[in-house]
Structure formats: C-alpha cells, structure tokens
C-alpha cells in the first residue's frame, strides 16, 4: 500500500481542497497519473500517483479541504482490496449463479477452491483471485462480472485538460469528433493536432457561414464559484474598496515595431522556437520606465512606501479557471527573446496547471493583455499590494498623422494601441502615471530593439 499525500504547493500554501477525483475506487492507475484535482487559492493542480496500482480508498471526498501532507489516498500494488470489498456486496444477491462456475456437484466448501480455476478465462484476472470471500458461499463467481466492470473504466475519458479544451476551441475542432490515444482513451494534445489537419482543404473550401454564437452548456444553470474565483473575487473587491484608484490612456505608434516583428521573425523563431509578438516589446519598454518612476513599482505598508529594487512582472493569463498572473522576475534585465521564451513558457504552464504557486507570487507591477480578445482598452482593476497595472489594447491598422524629419504632415496607414494605465491614487498621480506613459510611448515609438532583441 502507498499513500497518497497532499504536496506542498508553495510556500504560503498551507491547505488545498479537492475539486475533482479523476479515478474511482477500484480504477488502475499508473505511475505519474493524474489522480485528482486540487485548488488552492493560489494554483489548481492535478496530482499524479505515486506508484502504480488500483485506488484502493479515497481518504478526502470532493470539495473536502486537506492541509498540506494529509492523505488523499491509498494506491495499492494489487487488486486484492477492492475487489474483495465490491464481492461482499454483491454477491449476497445472486447465489443462483453459483454452477456456472463450479460443477453442479460441487458441495459448498470445494466450491471456493474450483472457482479460481474454472472461471479465470472466462472472467477478469483481478476478480478471480479475491475469491477469499468464502463465508458467502459458493457465490464469489457472480460478484466477477460486477467487480471487473470498473476495469473497463480505470480512466475518465471525457476528463479533457484546460490546455487541450483551449486547443480545440483555437483549432475549431470537436472534442467529441476526436478519439483519444491517451490513457484509457483521453484525449491528448497530440490527438486534437491531427484532427485540425486532417482535413483544411475540406474547411477552406467550404462556403463561408454567417456568424452564430455558440450557446454555452452553462446557459440557464447554476454552478458553485470555484476556490480560485472566491479569492479573485475578494482580493478585487478588497482593492477596489482599499485604493483610490483611476486609469490615464495614451495612444502609441507600433508601426516600426510591426515592421521589425516582420523582418525578424523568421530568424526568431528559428533560435528561440516561438513567435515574436508585440507582448516582449511591451514588457521590456514597462520595466524600463519603472526603472526611472519607481512610484509605479511600489507598495504601501501602513504608513511607509517602499520601492522595490527589481521590476517583477506579472502578466495576466485567461485560463479556463479564471485569470492568473503568472510572474517575470527581474523583467529590466531579460532581452526581447528571454521575455518571448519565459511568457510562453509560463502561459502554456499556467494553463495546463504545472505552475507552481511560488512562480505566481512577488509580481510588484502587472501588464495585462486586454487587446487579445480584439478590445481598444479598458480600466484594468489594481490588486494589493501592487499600485499600477498597465493594459495594451489591440494592434490594429487605421489612418494617423504622420510627421517626418522635416516637420511635413501626412496621413498614414499605421499600426496603432491603446495603452491604458490604472494607478492607486493614494501614490501615484496623474502627472506621474503621465510621465511613465509618455517614456514608454516614445520607448516604442523610437522601435531601437536591435541591441534587445538576442539573436
């Protein structure tokens, strides 16, 4: 036997509550399989089993918490336990079946002894050898069927990963189309990629629809919040009601860095294997500026202010448990290609759930994408302790002023964002966040990342 216990989380997490069991008692798990889900009020994690063998007892029930190091579970090397424990209650029921086993002569006692080798080809190997249970009989034979029916289903096969949902819904492609090649037949990754290119000449060449929404399954139900959300919802809350806190925007022309996106990228992601989007651009030209205007990476503590001496970065993620904000430490030093990997990095990790908490904590500004999903901007909400936070709206292409060396004005296709900065006002004022917008509007502007960009 082998306990499963509840992990250390991080450092500040102390207790986890368990939001959804992956396996039944009875299943066969293997080593490293996924087991259960927990939720902290920093992570949701799966936690895998420590060896391999069948469930024999879950120890903490759905939406039960634990504290760190208490036992989920028990994971034994055998299929004794549980079998034993399903034949004792079921097999009362039908001892009729009793001479399909055994020979019709057999008497009540040999009746136990045949029964392992008559039926073992006949019947699942786990159930044979529990026939231990001979106090009921000649019976153990009909609790076969019933026991090895959980085997069929060791793994939950509609159980899809946040990571992979999210590909579906990016590649267009239905889940319940897709065969799954994983354990037990979940669906993996590698699963969904095949099925987006099976067949893109078929999809391209079909007539284009006019645009529905899709009804959500959650359309007219009632579901409870999530750990995660209670605490969004109650550090959002407590910001809002704690700071005095207001937005500034300024518009930036990012045509020069579209223009060096496009010459570079080929280069880029040959060395660094991922794309180069405008996020690195605007991480790097953040951290610099809070290097000059240390008010924008600062916290209060009572009477005090302290300005940090590093700018750790956190940058909002949608994930489909709700925003989390993964951290960049020491973001002013990194160049344009370490800022691409560690954001990619972090993204694919938050969203799978390989984040661990530590990696989410100690952000003392955050850059949030509000462009992503096609929005201008928006008054992005200010969490404790930090002060700013800073949202970038959508690249898009429309006519501006343009002024070149010699003063001439032109009108101009451009690449244009919004830049949208909230600041708690209790330290920050509008001249200031005035000021950080400013140089990192020109930052950008100027587009002089050749030196930054690692290659």
């Given at each position: 036997?082998?306990?499963?216990?509840?992990?250390?989380?991080?450092?500040s997490v102390?207790?986890?509550t368990?939001?959804?069991?992956?396996?039944?008692?009875?299943?066969t798990v293997?080593?490293?399989?996924?087991l259960v889900?927990v939720?902290?009020?920093?992570?949701?994690t799966e936690i895998?089993s420590?060896?391999?063998?069948?469930l024999?007892q879950?120890?903490v029930?759905?939406?039960?918490t634990?504290?760190?190091?208490a036992?989920?579970?028990?994971v034994g090397?055998?299929?004794?336990a549980?079998?034993v424990?399903a034949?004792?209650?079921?097999?009362a029921?039908?001892?009729?079946?009793?001479?399909v086993?055994?020979?019709?002569?057999?008497p009540v006692?040999?009746?136990?002894?045949?029964a392992?080798?008559?039926p073992a080809?006949?019947f699942a190997a786990p159930?044979?050898?529990p026939v231990v249970?001979?106090?009921?009989?000649?019976?153990?034979?009909?609790?076969a069927p019933v026991?090895?029916a959980?085997?069929a289903?060791?793994?939950d096969a509609?159980?899809v990963?946040?990571l992979?949902r999210k590909?579906?819904n990016e590649?267009?492609?239905?889940?319940?189309s897709v065969?799954?090649?994983?354990?037990?037949?979940?669906?993996?990754k590698?699963?969904v990629l095949?099925?987006?290119?099976a067949?893109?000449a078929?999809?391209?060449a079909?007539p284009?629809?006019?645009?529905v929404?899709e009804?959500?399954?959650?359309?007219?139900?009632?579901?409870?919040?999530?750990r995660l959300?209670?605490?969004?919802?109650e550090?959002a809350?407590a910001?809002m009601v704690s700071t005095a806190?207001l937005?500034?925007?300024?518009?930036?022309?990012?045509?020069?860095?579209?223009?060096?996106r496009a010459k570079?990228?080929p280069?880029?992601?040959a060395?660094?294997?991922v794309?180069?989007?405008?996020?690195p651009?605007?991480?790097?030209?953040?951290?610099e500026?809070?290097?000059a205007?240390p008010?924008?990476n600062?916290?209060?503590?009572?009477d005090?202010v302290?300005?940090?001496?590093?700018e750790?970065?956190s940058f909002?993620?949608d994930?489909?448990?709700?925003l989390?904000t993964p951290v960049i430490?020491?973001?002013?030093?990194?160049?344009i290609?370490?800022?691409?990997?560690?954001?990619a990095?972090?993204a694919?990790?938050?969203?799978s759930?390989?984040l661990?908490?530590?990696e989410?904590?100690g952000?003392t500004f955050t850059l949030?994408?509000?462009?992503?999903?096609g929005?201008?901007?928006?008054?992005?909400?200010?969490?404790?302790?930090q002060?700013?936070?800073?949202g970038?709206?959508?690249v898009?292409?429309r006519?501006a002023?343009?002024?070149?060396?010699?003063?001439?004005?032109?009108i101009?296709?451009?690449s244009?964002v919004y830049?949208?900065?909230?600041?708690?006002?209790?330290?920050?004022?509008?001249?200031?966040?005035s000021?950080?917008?400013?140089?990192v509007k020109?930052?950008?502007?100027d587009?002089n990342f050749?030196a930054?960009l690692g290659?």
């Amino acid at each position: 036997m082998s306990e499963v216990l509840l992990p250390a989380l991080g450092e500040s997490v102390t207790e986890g509550t368990v939001t959804r069991w992956l396996k039944k008692v009875g299943d066969t798990v293997a080593i490293d399989e996924p087991l259960v889900e927990v939720s902290t009020d920093k992570v949701d994690t799966e936690i895998p089993s420590p060896v391999a063998g069948v469930l024999q007892q879950i120890l903490v029930n759905e939406d039960e918490t634990a504290a760190v190091g208490a036992v989920l579970a028990i994971v034994g090397d055998g299929a004794a336990a549980a079998p034993v424990a399903a034949a004792a209650v079921v097999e009362a029921p039908a001892p009729v079946a009793a001479p399909v086993v055994e020979a019709p002569s057999a008497p009540v006692a040999p009746a136990p002894v045949a029964a392992p080798v008559a039926p073992a080809p006949t019947f699942a190997a786990p159930v044979v050898a529990p026939v231990v249970a001979a106090p009921v009989v000649a019976t153990p034979v009909v609790a076969a069927p019933v026991v090895a029916a959980p085997a069929a289903s060791n793994s939950d096969a509609s159980y899809v990963t946040p990571l992979v949902r999210k590909l579906a819904n990016e590649t267009g492609v239905d889940l319940n189309s897709v065969a799954g090649t994983g354990v037990g037949g979940r669906i993996r990754k590698e699963d969904v990629l095949a099925a987006g290119s099976a067949a893109p000449a078929a999809r391209s060449a079909a007539p284009a629809a006019a645009f529905v929404a899709e009804v959500s399954p959650l359309r007219g139900t009632t579901e409870p919040m999530s750990r995660l959300r209670k605490v969004l919802a109650e550090r959002a809350v407590a910001s809002m009601v704690s700071t005095a806190q207001l937005t500034t925007v300024v518009e930036v022309d990012v045509t020069k860095i579209a223009q060096l996106r496009a010459k570079v990228q080929p280069a880029f992601v040959a060395k660094n294997g991922v794309k180069l989007n405008f996020m690195p651009f605007f991480a790097l030209a953040a951290a610099e500026a809070l290097k000059a205007h240390p008010k924008l990476n600062a916290s209060i503590e009572g009477d005090s202010v302290v300005y940090h001496g590093t700018e750790n970065i956190s940058f909002a993620v949608d994930t489909e448990r709700g925003l989390l904000t993964p951290v960049i430490r020491d973001a002013s030093t990194l160049n344009i290609s370490q800022l691409a990997q560690t954001i990619a990095d972090k993204a694919e990790r938050v969203r799978s759930n390989k984040l661990t908490p530590d990696e989410l904590q100690g952000g003392t500004f955050t850059l949030t994408n509000t462009g992503s999903r096609g929005a201008l901007f928006d008054t992005p909400v200010v969490f404790l302790p930090q002060v700013a936070i800073l949202g970038t709206g959508v690249v898009s292409k429309r006519p501006a002023v343009v002024t070149d060396a010699d003063g001439n004005e032109s009108i101009g296709i451009r690449s244009m964002v919004y830049l949208a900065l909230s600041y708690d006002h209790r330290l920050v004022d509008g001249a200031d966040a005035s000021r950080f917008l400013v140089d990192v509007k020109k930052r950008l502007e100027d587009a002089n990342f050749d030196a930054n960009l690692g290659l």
